[in-house]
């Protein structure tokens, strides 16, 4: 009974390079969402994505950063040209269905470094 | 503006010293308030979720209860091992299925 998964657990990119972070959800949850933290911040609201649809994408920066979830395989965060700032911890949580007020739960997150 | 505020950030207890933790809000509309710990390096872990003013929840030496203005996490004769940051999140109507987090308060149970 497999919770959320992330990887990779770390990741260390130099600046201009890109990133790719994986999210397998729960089991037969259907939706998938993606904070970050930064240093000394609290949890900041990415995006929320169902199968092959954005729904809510009002917290990601608007360069740069993009995100997936295929009908098949893991959802996937993307950020190109990596600059020091976007160093943080990339959380992924996943719930059954928004509408029924499901909770969300996490996973253990990637810890991005940048050089 | 929806807020959520956590008190205190820090919170320093003695063993079996109980105490509680605060979080309180001002939202246009709250759907729901959830209560979670997360420990170094790892994950937020869900504890509790509250839906309407009155309603409490319990779990082990936890308590959550909630008002129209504010969460409470009781902790009762707290352990070394209940040492964690405690995140209070909301759920807001009209506003998708994004949690607005507020900025924890760090536990430490000192034996």
């Known amino acids: 009974n497999a919770g959320v998964m992330q990887n990779p657990r770390h990741l260390v990119r130099r600046r201009g390079q890109e990133a790719r972070l994986r999210c397998s959800p729960v089991?037969?949850?259907?939706?998938v969402y993606w904070y970050r933290q930064l240093p000394e911040e609290g949890l900041k609201f990415m995006v929320y994505?169902?199968?092959?649809?954005?729904?809510?994408e009002s917290g990601m920066p608007k360069e740069r950063f993009s995100a997936e979830f295929p009908k098949e395989g893991p959802s996937i965060l993307r950020i190109q040209q990596v600059v020091r700032g976007d160093s943080a911890a990339y959380f992924c949580?996943?719930?059954?269905?928004?509408?029924?007020?499901?909770?969300?739960?996490f996973g253990p997150g990637t810890r991005l470094t940048v050089l | 503006e929806d807020q959520v505020t956590q008190s205190p950030e820090a919170l320093r207890l003695q063993e079996g010293e109980s105490s509680s933790l605060n979080c309180s809000y001002t939202v246009s509309g709250l759907r729901g308030l959830f209560w979670y710990r997360q420990d170094p390096g790892k994950g937020p872990e869900f504890l509790f979720t509250?839906?309407?003013a009155g309603e409490e929840k319990e779990k082990e030496r936890l308590k959550a209860t909630l008002t129209k203005k504010e969460s409470f996490l009781h902790i009762t004769a707290p352990k070394p091992e209940d040492s964690a940051t405690y995140l209070c999140a909301l759920l807001i109507y009209n506003q998708g299925g994004k949690l607005i987090f507020g900025q924890g308060t760090e536990l430490s149970v000192k034996p």
């Open positions: 089991k037969g949850h259907s939706h």
């Open positions: 994505l169902q199968k092959e649809n954005i729904i809510d």
């Open positions: 509250l839906y309407s």
């Open positions: 949580a996943s719930s059954p269905g928004q509408e029924s007020y499901n909770e969300q739960f």
